[in-house]
């Protein structure tokens, strides 16, 4: 199978006004010439960047304001993406996540976690595959996932069980597809520097973070290979295959103790402020 090529065509990017989103979306326009749709639920993000990628990198860009914890906002948001059967390209990237004590998550909270990290992505992945088993045309979809989807994160519970879901439900799926120009792609970042890992919470786990321009560009690569799982940075790919080598009840407990250690930290901070 060839290898993605963007320029010019229609790419869907979730998830595109903050962090790794808008960093790939900015990649995909000035390196890759490829024209976008921008989906999120800040109007004002997506609206600045759609001037700044159209007025810079030339390329055209439309924007679709979402709430993907919603079904009735998901679907209208397919049906919008599908209408004029030009998309060639599809990265659910949008997600959320929850890092303290899983006792301390509400039930509220972790549906609506749920619903963004999970119902959405199958809910987008079943219209699209239909929509490329259908018309046979070359195309591609990334769905981001987390390295937590591989070695679940203490204190990230539920997050790292709906990473694992999507991991699980695409890399098992890629293999029921019968399109051989149509490619379905996992990627699994461990930490990264964004929105999401700027909270208090995450202030002693900095160190470990990826640069996110790092982590879009070896995404973009990776879903243009049509690799089926891509685990960005070296040293989480060499850190992942001696993990394999110690028990899971050890490992485990190592990461335990980081990330409890962070979240006593930033609640002794906030106590005395
Ligand atoms: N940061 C990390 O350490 C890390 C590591 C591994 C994997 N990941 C994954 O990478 C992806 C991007 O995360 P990030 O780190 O770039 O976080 P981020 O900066 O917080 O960006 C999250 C994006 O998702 C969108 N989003 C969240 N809830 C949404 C909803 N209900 N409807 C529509 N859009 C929604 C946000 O836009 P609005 O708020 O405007 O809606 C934002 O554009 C996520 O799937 C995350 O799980 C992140």
Same mark, same amino acid.
């Given at each position: 199978m060839s290898k993605l090529q963007f320029k010019n065509k229609w790419v869907l990017v979730t998830g595109a006004s903050s962090g790794l989103g808008e960093e790939m979306a900015r990649q995909l326009a000035f390196q890759h010439g490829a024209n976008l749709i921008l989906l999120a639920r800040r109007k004002d993000k997506l609206e600045q960047l759609k001037t700044e990628l159209e007025k810079e990198a030339k390329v055209s860009v439309k924007t679709i304001v979402a709430d993907l914890s919603k079904l009735d906002d998901v679907d209208r948001a397919i049906d919008q993406l599908l209408a004029d059967g030009q998309l060639y390209a599809a990265i659910l990237n949008a997600g959320i996540t929850y890092f303290g #004590?899983?006792?301390?998550?509400?039930w509220e909270q972790f549906q609506t976690m749920l619903q963004t990290n999970v119902v959405s992505v199958v809910r987008f992945t079943n219209r699209l595959v239909s929509h490329f088993e259908s018309t046979g045309k070359s195309g591609g979809v990334l769905i981001v996932s987390s390295m937590a989807a591989i070695h679940p994160v203490p204190y990230q519970s539920a997050y790292s069980g709906t990473k694992s879901f999507i991991l699980s439900f695409a890399t098992a799926l890629m293999h029921e597809? #019968?399109?051989?120009?149509f490619s379905l792609s996992v990627y699994a970042p461990g930490g990264i520097v964004t929105e999401m890992t700027a909270g208090d919470n995450f202030h002693d786990l900095q160190g470990w973070l990826m640069p996110v321009k790092q982590a879009a560009r070896e995404g973009i690569d990776a879903f243009r290979s049509r690799k089926l799982i891509h685990v960005p940075g070296i040293m989480n790919r060499v850190g992942g295959f001696f993990m394999k080598f110690l028990s899971k009840r050890f490992v485990m407990g190592k990461m335990s103790k980081v990330y409890e250690k962070s979240l006593v930290k930033a609640q002794e901070r906030n106590s005395k402020s």
């Open positions: #004590k899983h006792a301390e998550l509400s597809i #019968k399109n051989k120009q």
